[in-house]
């Protein structure tokens, strides 16, 4: 008898389900759109800002040092102030915001493409070819990240690109992991076999039948994972290993203005939120997306 | 007519069974244990013993999902048994499944023209590209299901419309042979009615076959020409339905049939 009820309760509670989360919907929808609007500024920014304000970062104006942000300056209304030599820190910020938006998503984009890849081929595929590539993330995991950062950092040198290939290097591990965690649980419902029984092939098992299943967690860990790696370029800017020093990033910028945090704290202040807020917009964003869109990833 | 459409002779398959620690093979269970029958073109032959019985196993087995240990399946004269995945594609059109579950059985993130049409991205040669959406239209006219819903996605519609898009997906390769999983099992009873006669249409239409599998007597009673009675992996009565319902030869078999719990209100006409 229970089979033939079954269906009904499934598709009641379903229902109630439904109901339920609506509300709580329109909420998430409204936590969702506002972060994403804030990303969105950070964007607009980091693209179009720097097109106003020129900035030569080998000139000094020693006449205009440590303004603080309302002065007017030989070069005009410095809103945020200037530095130790002179320079205008909103100018700074506005290049420092386009350092981090393409480092993070740069290193996204190559993280989450190795990460994605490995997940599928070793949730996927299984056996030897899973243990070897999951001990391997396991190792990658075991470094702390931001000393290997330091490390490769400091053996290569900076550059935008090596940071990038650097935080990539520390970040596909997350991306390995939820791919493959959602290509295991999918991998033996049903509508997999019955791919298979059309007669698809590895390829478009993995990407057409299963991977579609896997987007929603994969962005979800890439919001979060925007967040930290924009952190991470800071911290390593900050210590000198980041971008070169002519490239004004956020970090740079903050250790710039540690010596006159009693007489300028605008320097390091201002660009400190502007980080912050940024870290804490993606975090935030991801926590909305999470609850939204895969609440098993509660835990991560 | 005289070489059947399907033909299994002393099927093997077998499950290893793990140690928890190291994933060694400590053993294996033989859940489909030397089974022979055969099918004829245009028949339903039923299926059916208690859950654990190896009745999953023997389908997956015969549509290809799982691989055979000994013995041998052949389909139109065909030998599957060995043959590489390169050289099951062909076959495999021609065997389709209909899977239990129809919440798990249609892929969440596709809609129902991606599901249909998936067949023919897999088999180019089947239907050409600008025939897609016409013969989508066809499917789900066929299976009873509203030409507009084609956009839809599967949590859109109620478990028997689920199902009919998933036998319209079996049916958009132009299949032989069709193997029923437990496929009414999940639906309550009205719509198994009605997915059952719907079957029963197809079958008189198309031409189909079925390997039709259920733990529920009453239903293979309905559709079934033929039944074969499983257990412990192993075939203990292979009769045609009116005879084994009628006589069950085996004792197995009467636990079975006195064990089923409800008359179902269709069963009045085919008994009658
Ligand atoms: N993937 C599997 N791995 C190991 N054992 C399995 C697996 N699937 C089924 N079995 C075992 O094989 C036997 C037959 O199962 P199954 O074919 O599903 O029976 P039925 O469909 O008749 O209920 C059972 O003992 C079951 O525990
Ligand atoms: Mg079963």
Redesign the interface.
């Known amino acids: 008898?229970t089979?033939?009820?079954?269906?009904?309760d499934?598709?009641v509670t379903a229902a109630f389900d439904t109901v339920k989360r609506r509300s709580a919907n329109a909420a998430g929808r409204r936590r969702i759109v506002t972060c994403l609007v804030i990303v969105a500024c950070y964007v607009l920014v980091a693209l179009f800002g720097p097109m106003l304000r020129k900035y030569d970062p080998v000139q000094t104006f020693t006449q205009d040092r440590l303004m603080p942000p309302g002065s007017t300056t030989s070069q005009g209304l410095a809103l945020l102030g200037t530095d130790q030599v002179g320079q205008d820190i909103l100018s700074q910020m506005m290049l420092g915001a386009r350092v981090s938006i393409t480092v993070g998503a740069g290193t996204l984009l190559l993280a989450g493409l190795i990460g994605v890849t490995v997940g599928l081929v070793a949730g996927y595929r299984g056996g030897w070819v899973d243990a070897a590539l999951m001990r391997l993330a396991d190792i990658q995991l075991s470094f702390p990240s931001i000393l290997l950062a330091i490390l490769i950092a400091a053996v290569v040198g900076p550059s935008v690109v090596n940071v990038i290939v650097v935080l990539a290097i520390t970040n596909w591990v997350t991306f390995a992991r939820v791919t493959r965690g959602q290509v295991l649980t999918v991998k033996n419902?049903?509508?997999v076999?019955?791919?298979?029984?059309?007669?698809?092939?590895h390829l478009?098992l993995a990407l057409?039948?299963i991977f579609?299943?896997c987007?929603a967690p994969i962005l979800v860990v890439a919001t979060v994972e925007l967040g930290h790696v924009i952190l991470a370029e800071a911290s390593l800017s900050f210590l000198g290993l980041g971008v070169p020093t002519d490239v004004p990033s956020w970090g740079s910028t903050i250790a710039n203005g540690r010596d006159y945090l009693g007489d300028a704290w605008w320097i390091s202040t201002l660009p400190g939120i502007a980080l912050a807020a940024l870290v804490l917009t993606c975090g935030l964003l991801g926590d909305a997306m999470r609850d939204r869109y895969d609440p098993k990833l509660r835990s991560l | 007519m005289a070489e059947p459409l399907l033909r299994v002779r002393d099927l093997v398959t077998t499950y290893p069974i793990r140690s928890a620690l190291l994933r060694r093979k400590i053993g294996e269970v033989r859940a489909v244990d030397g089974v022979s029958f055969d099918i004829a073109r245009g028949q339903t032959v039923g299926l059916v013993g208690e859950s654990g019985s190896g009745k999953s196993t023997l389908a997956r087995t015969v549509i290809g999902l799982e691989q055979a240990e000994a013995g041998s399946i052949e389909f139109q004269g065909t030998e599957l048994v060995g043959l590489s995945a390169r050289q099951m594609r062909p076959v495999r059109r021609d065997i389709q499944m209909v899977f239990q579950d129809p919440y798990t059985a249609l892929n969440p993130r596709l809609t129902v023209r991606q599901i249909l049409s998936e067949a023919w991205r897999i088999h180019p040669d089947l239907l050409p590209a600008q025939d897609w959406d016409e013969e989508v239209r066809r499917l789900l006219d066929v299976v009873g299901l509203d030409p507009q819903y084609a956009d839809r996605y599967p949590h859109q519609f109620s478990g028997g419309q689920r199902q009919r898009v998933g036998i319209a997906r079996a049916l958009a390769v132009r299949p032989k042979l069709i193997v029923c999983d437990e496929a009414v099992s999940a639906l309550d009873v009205s719509v198994q009615a009605q997915v059952l006669n719907l079957l029963d249409d197809l079958q008189a239409e198309l031409g189909l076959t079925y390997l039709f599998i259920a733990h529920d007597l009453s239903v293979v009673r309905h559709i079934s020409d033929e039944v074969i009675v499983m257990n412990r992996g192993q075939v203990v009565e292979h009769a045609p339905t009116d005879q084994l319902f009628a006589d069950p030869q085996h004792e197995y078999t009467q636990t079975l049939l006195a064990a089923v719990p409800v008359v179902r209100p269709w069963n009045q006409e085919s008994a009658a």
Request: glycine share 12%.
């Open positions: 008898m089979t033939e009820t079954a269906g009904v499934r598709e419902r049903e509508y076999d019955a791919a298979r029984t059309l007669g698809a092939g478009h057409r039948t579609p299943s987007v």
